[in-house]
């Protein structure tokens, strides 16, 4: 479901764990192990816990979150990661140095290994984003609890910039509270100290939405607050709308809008679309807005809802791939 580098995550809800995890917790797409301060823990011992975890047969992908005073440790902890094809993770919260943290980011990428940082968005200035952007940082991990409703705006900040991918800890009760932060932007949700029962569901429950729906973190209408995948669903900019807002912030013209969604539509089963508003499905909106031109013209060529929708990720990641 999300590839970064060797990492294979196969559902996006993480858990993060003490490193003796329950069996639930082990049935995550990715299961997060900290309590790694190198300070007291032996990189000896790090090891062992992921050992042991393989006898378990633990399946997903996993990470380390690892903290020290000194680098060399963490050097040693990302060599290890890289070798067990795990996921190192930095926490801000221990680094606390934004000039060390931007010292180590490099040092560590040179291990070879696939590297996440944990950060409060208070933590996170303008600068430091950008900074953080110019580095090989594979994933940004928002930790947004206690945010109530500012989270998503804030996975869409980040997600919007087209950098690491993005993942959101958060306060998760329910699937809808997942799915709404997933809409926004964020390549995996993450929960911690949360029931694994309910963890071990909604794991289930999003790998099961994604097969059914075609796309199970696809955004919302750009004109609905929708994060920059969302002008997969754009019109033409032909009239006074947030996607020019949108285009912007891409670095696109409107030309070049058009021009793109047309040639990446030609010759795939987006080109068509005769009755629909713009004569292609290219320009029409997201599956679940009602509207029976589309489903008509969809249905004249055969293709269902959910590959429909696959085919508009795609188009997602090709429009704001080739605008990089
Ligand atoms: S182009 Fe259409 S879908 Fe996009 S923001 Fe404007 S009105 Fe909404
Ligand atoms: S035909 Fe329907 S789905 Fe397509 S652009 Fe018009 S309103 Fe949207």
New binding site residues.
């Given amino acids: 479901m999300l590839d970064v580098g060797y990492l294979h995550i196969t559902s996006p809800i993480a858990v993060i764990s003490s490193p003796k995890p329950s069996a639930s917790d082990r049935t995550a797409g990715l299961l997060l192990l900290e309590g790694f301060d190198l300070d007291d823990v032996s990189l000896t011992e790090m090891e062992a816990c992921l050992d042991t975890l393989g006898r378990h047969g633990k399946m997903g992908a996993v990470g380390i979150c690892a903290s020290c005073s000194g680098d060399e440790p963490l050097l040693g902890a990302a060599r290890l990661a890289a070798r067990k094809l795990c996921l190192l993770e930095l926490r801000m919260s221990k680094i606390r140095d934004p000039i060390r943290l931007l010292e180590l980011i490099p040092l560590l990428k040179r291990c070879g290994v696939i590297l996440s940082l944990r950060i409060r968005p208070e933590d996170l200035s303008d600068v430091l984003l950008q900074k953080i952007l110019e580095t090989e940082l594979d994933i940004l991990h928002l930790d947004l609890r206690g945010l109530n409703g500012a989270g998503p705006r804030m996975v869409k900040r980040a997600a919007d910039k087209r950098g690491p991918a993005v993942m959101a800890l958060a306060d998760v009760g329910e699937f809808d509270d997942a799915k709404k932060l997933l809409s926004m932007g964020a390549d995996v949700v993450s929960m911690r100290g949360a029931d694994p029962e309910f963890a071990e569901w909604l794991s289930k429950a999003m790998v099961e939405y994604d097969a059914l729906s075609g796309w199970c973190n696809a955004p919302k ?4 607050g929708g994060d920059l995948r ?2 997969a ?5 032909v ?1 006074n ?3 020019h807002g ?1 285009l912007k912030k891409a670095g696109i013209t409107p030309d070049e809008f058009v021009e793109k969604k047309l040639s990446l539509a030609a010759g795939t089963l987006l080109e068509p679309g005769e009755g629909t508003c713009f004569g292609s499905l290219v320009w029409c ?1 997201k599956i679940s807005k009602p509207c029976y031109l589309r489903d008509a013209a969809l249905a004249k060529i055969g293709l269902s809802g959910k590959k429909y929708m696959e085919l508009k990720k795609r188009l997602a990641e090709d429009l704001l791939r080739k605008t990089s």
């Fill in positions: 209408h750009i004109c609905a969302g002008l669903y754009c019109c033409p900019p009239k709308c947030p996607v949108a909106c």
